[in-house]
């Protein structure tokens, strides 16, 4: 069945540093692939998504392309902040509406100023 | 983006009683409701998928008895949850999609504690 592996963490770096959290799966077809993210206490929410290989999300200075050939989804930040500290899910839907996500095991990521 | 309430937040119950927590979609029509449990430090667990106006489809090992789903309209799911032992203590998290996007807009969850 489809599945998505994610790197171990915890990840902690200092403020400033460079991010990056490997994100691969295994799907049949062509999924959706997404990163939430969540802070402590709270559900999740989406941080990028790309539908089809090649596109590249991003939002709020974090960017990951949909890369076909590798079967990976890579999550990057160029220089995180404090306020990145949080457990970073990516996951993988079809294409219908009305599938749920599957996600990896989550990657907690901890920045210290 | 789409809204996704969930009610309470929090919540206490003593160990045999029933906990109802509501998912409401409050600016679109959530035809399918997924609903998660997550333990601490660890991924989502799909426990089911629920249909406006059908019944819902469990995952295996999940007790359908024990975890009553109702989707009644296109922007209310409930999950109770009955006769709570402590073990059911966990955080909740629905989720619902919007009927022509494959993008999930999650509630804030609900973290249950059975004493």
């Known amino acids: 069945g489809d599945s998505v592996t994610q790197m171990e963490g915890p990840v902690t770096l200092s403020e400033e540093a460079f991010l990056t959290i490997n994100c691969t799966y295994t799907a049949t077809g062509y999924p959706s692939l997404f990163w939430y993210v969540q802070y402590p206490g709270e559900g999740l929410q989406l941080l990028l998504k790309a539908t089809k290989a090649d596109d590249k999300g991003s939002n709020k200075g974090f960017e990951a392309t949909y890369r076909k050939e590798t079967t990976s989804f890579h999550l990057e930040k160029g220089s995180v902040q404090v306020s990145d500290s949080a457990v970073y899910f990516c996951a993988l839907t079809g294409r219908q509406a009305g599938t749920a996500l599957i996600f990896g095991k989550g990657t907690t990521l901890s920045v210290s100023s | 983006g789409a809204v996704v309430s969930q009610h309470p937040s929090r919540v206490i119950c003593k160990s045999g009683t029933s906990v109802k927590i509501e998912c409401r979609s409050l600016d679109f029509q959530a035809t399918t409701m997924f609903w998660y449990r997550q333990f601490p430090k660890q991924s989502l667990m799909l426990m089911a998928t629920s249909n406006e106006g059908s019944k819902a489809t469990y995952e295996q090992g999940v007790e359908k008895d024990k975890f009553l789903i109702n989707h009644a309209s296109l922007t209310l799911s409930t999950l109770t949850v009955t006769s709570a032992h402590p073990e059911d203590s966990s955080f909740y998290i629905c989720?619902?999609?919007?009927?022509?996007?494959?993008?999930?807009?999650f509630g804030q969850g609900t973290r249950l504690t059975v004493v």
């Open positions: 989720s619902a999609d919007k009927t022509v996007n494959t993008e999930a807009f």
